[in-house]
T-cell receptor, first 114, second 114 residues
């Protein structure tokens, strides 16, 4: 069966510091990978998605970036965090099949920028 | 514009009572519909999905949802709520080959009283 791991689970970082959140998927190959952000009181916002190694699509302009150095690894980064980057970050994966593309989520990472 | 509306921000029910969470969507193509549940501080778990066929869909944990095209709705139901169902519920809509663009509602928080 497929599993998704995301870490760290909780992170407190000062403004202006760098960020690295990592996500790996096991039990499948060539998955679609996603980073979502969930701000307090709001729904989920798609930040990045990737259909393959080195292929990253950005949905919203921001000071975050994503990379996919390996097939099942997806990294969310920032060189300098802003207060507004605080939130709950969710990695997700999917494998499109003939019956549709269902997205499965990791456990999330809480980021507090202070 | 494509959108998902969950009109109820917060619902409170007694344990053992029936539950219906509302979801309305606006989507130009044939929609693929999902319900996810999120326990506090955790990731999202897929409850059920509708792609085609029978408009009444059964999911995990005793939940079901009914797709009504004429009303653009995909309401989630459970005949008897358990205290462990207290969580936040998200409706989402996407297209068959493009659910990387899943659009989420803002969620409904369910509180269950004993």
């Amino acid at each position: 069966s497929q599993t998704i791991h995301q870490w760290p689970a909780t992170l407190v970082q000062p403004v202006g510091s760098p960020l690295s959140l990592e996500c790996t998927v096991e039990g499948t190959s060539n998955p679609n990978l996603y980073w979502y952000r969930q701000a307090a009181g709001r729904g989920l916002q798609l930040l990045f998605y990737s259909v393959g190694i080195g292929q990253i699509s950005s949905e919203v302009p921001q000071n975050l970036s994503a990379s996919r150095p390996q097939d099942r690894q997806f990294i969310l980064s920032s060189k300098k965090l802003l207060l507004s980057d605080s939130g709950f970050y969710l990695c997700a994966w999917s494998v499109e099949r003939g019956t549709g593309n269902t997205i499965y989520f990791g456990e999330g990472s809480w980021l507090t920028v202070v | 514009a494509q959108s998902v509306t969950q009109p109820d921000i917060h619902i409170t029910v007694s344990e053992g009572a029936s539950l219906e969470l509302r979801c309305n969507y606006s989507y130009g193509a044939t929609p693929y519909l999902f319900w996810y549940v999120q326990s506090p501080g955790q990731g999202l778990q897929l409850l059920l999905k509708y792609f085609s066929g029978d408009t009444l869909v059964q999911g995990i944990k005793g939940f079901e949802a009914e797709f009504k095209r004429s009303q653009s709705s995909f309401n989630l139901r459970k005949p008897s709520v358990h205290w462990s169902d207290a969580a936040e519920y998200f409706c989402a809509v996407g297209a068959r080959y493009n659910t990387d663009k899943l659009i989420f509602g803002t969620g409904t928080r369910l509180q269950v009283f004993p």
